[in-house]
């Protein structure tokens, strides 16, 4: 059974950081490209950032040069780390493993939700 735990959200103030990780385990995590997306209330879940399995990253433009994805697969885990805070960051924070093949399963966590305050 393939289980995605999340950890890290919370309350900031604008200017903070907060650090996101997704301890996977369930499936060979080592070989598989992972991010984090997010959802703002009234909007649609975009993909914040991901990792493939040669460690290659993408961004969201608007997170560039603030947001670092980074992979341990000693520990099947994956972390956000999130710096310079905006409000407008206020969401749901989701892990995500992406299918391996084309129509393979696709996992995801139970959200971990980022408050920041201004």
């Known amino acids: 059974q393939v289980q995605l735990v999340e950890s890290g959200g919370g309350l900031v103030q604008a200017g903070g950081s907060l650090r996101l990780s997704c301890a996977v385990s369930?499936?060979?995590?080592?070989?598989?490209?992972v991010g984090w997306y997010r959802q703002a209330p009234g909007n649609q879940r975009e993909l914040v950032a991901s990792i493939n399995s040669g460690f290659r990253t993408d961004y969201l433009d608007v997170v560039k040069g603030r947001f670092t994805i980074s992979r341990d697969n000693a520990l099947d885990t994956v972390y956000l780390q999130m710096d310079s805070l905006k409000p407008e960051d206020t969401a749901v924070y989701y892990c995500n493993v992406r299918p391996y093949i084309i129509g393979g399963a696709e996992y995801w966590g139970q959200g971990t939700r980022v408050t920041v305050s201004s």
């Open positions: 369930g499936l060979t995590f080592s070989i598989r490209t």
